[in-house]
């Protein structure tokens, strides 16, 4: 079954109307970097555009990559100024609308109708999608004496459907043949907020498991039973200090808090761990499904690909195809073919992101080249 991706939202402070960067904004950026780990800024070779400013919002999720290319563009071009809030998905799209700002990270695609409203902002074009920031969701689990576990889309959906109460169970064990699970109670943990990460992980379950997922899929948590906690960083404190306790969160989580990840049997080759590499395979698994230069991707997770993490997070900047401003269209046309780079992505794995594989990455710069 083929979704459109989407990604979580990550807790992160931010000062309300304060910008990325400036103020207080830049302590926000800081507590957003706790679980990120660090990227120090390099002389970069960037096509600059002259002066100019160039405002977006949006997204936490891609808060630390946001950071990084602001503080590495702005060095190398001087006269320009990239402000980026990051108020949520919702808020960033809602500022992009109202044409406050020139692009607007999402962790998911737009609706039908919000690609219809677009085109009284996009004069004579229309909203697409350029995927900018992927990332792994992790699966990360507290069990004594157990570093390695391997789990397929069938047993993960009854152990998060409290189907599967005990880590004996036969059909844990049976993916893990060498290894002694202890007889222990299964504590699952899902997100009590509404979240692109819960949209993610369901689709994945829905799409890789149908017949053991029964559950409509949507931003807020289907399954039944389990504990329950807002944000990532709960979900995977409770996991850090519960034993038998497993849920999902960002990979930069499960890094922070030294939690072990399962690796995930995809039908594929060998089990795949979370990592940036492997998350980086998966986003060169999808298809871009977008007409023209929209670069909306899709997860087939019926067809999975050896080495390729199958459950990947996609954060998109939007932006007006036609229509933009002309005061600030050269740097964003160049500010975002920065970000598209080799030079703007080589950096991201430090940051536990996932680069854009270098097919998707060219088919967003020739994107970008076309804004107009």
């Known amino acids: 079954m083929r979704r459109t991706s989407r ?13 990325l960067l400036t103020g207080c904004g830049a302590q926000a950026a800081d507590k957003g970097r706790t679980d990120r780990g660090s990227a120090a800024p390099v002389a970069a070779d960037v096509d600059c555009a002259g002066p100019g400013r160039v405002r977006g919002s949006g997204s936490t999720a891609q808060q630390s990559a946001m950071e990084h290319w ?29 044409r406050a700002t020139a692009f607007g990270g999402t962790d998911g695609v737009l609706s039908a109708q919000e690609i ?6 996009c004069r004579g074009g229309r909203a697409i999608h350029l995927p900018m920031v992927g990332g792994p969701v992790a699966i990360g689990f507290n069990l004594p004496g157990v570093d390695r576990l391997v789990l397929d889309a069938p047993t993960l959906a009854k152990i998060f459907d409290s189907r599967i109460t005990e880590w004996d169970d036969p059909a844990i064990r049976k993916l893990n043949p060498d290894t002694e699970l202890p007889s222990l109670p299964v504590r699952p943990m899902h997100r009590s907020d509404d979240s692109g990460s819960t949209q993610n992980f369901q689709d994945y379950l829905a799409g890789a498991a149908p017949g053991a997922w029964p559950h409509p899929v949507g931003k ?20 850090a200090a519960t034993p038998g306790a497993i849920g999902y969160f960002e990979l930069s989580f499960a890094a922070a808090r030294k939690i072990t990840t399962v690796s995930i049997d995809t039908g594929a080759g060998e089990p795949v761990a979370p990592t940036t590499k492997t998350a ?48 600030s269209l050269p740097v964003l046309k ?20 996932a680069p854009l594989p270098d097919g ?6 020739r994107a970008v080249r076309t804004l107009s």
């Open 280 to 327: 980086s395979a998966g986003i060169g698994a999808a298809e871009i499904v977008g007409k023209g230069n929209d670069k909306t991707l899709a997860f087939d997770y019926d067809a999975p690909r050896p080495g390729a993490y199958p459950i990947v997070l996609m954060t998109y900047e939007v932006v007006c195809d036609k229509g933009n401003q002309a005061a």
């Open 116 to 121: 219809a409203w677009s085109r009284d902002v």
């Open 334 to 353: 160049s500010f975002l073919g920065y970000t598209a780079s080799a030079e703007g992505q080589k950096h991201l794995a430090a940051l536990h992101y």
């Open 360 to 365: 998707v990455a060219k088919e967003v710069r």
């Open 7 to 19: 990604w979580g939202t990550l807790l992160a402070g931010a000062c309300a109307g304060t910008l």
């Open 70 to 98: 602001i503080d590495v563009y702005q060095r190398a071009c001087r006269g320009a100024r990239i402000a980026y809030n990051p108020l949520g998905s919702g808020a960033g799209v809602a500022q992009f609308q109202r």
């Open 220 to 239: 807020s948590w289907q399954g039944r039973g389990g504990g329950a906690g807002t944000g990532s960083s709960r979900i995977a404190s409770e996991v």
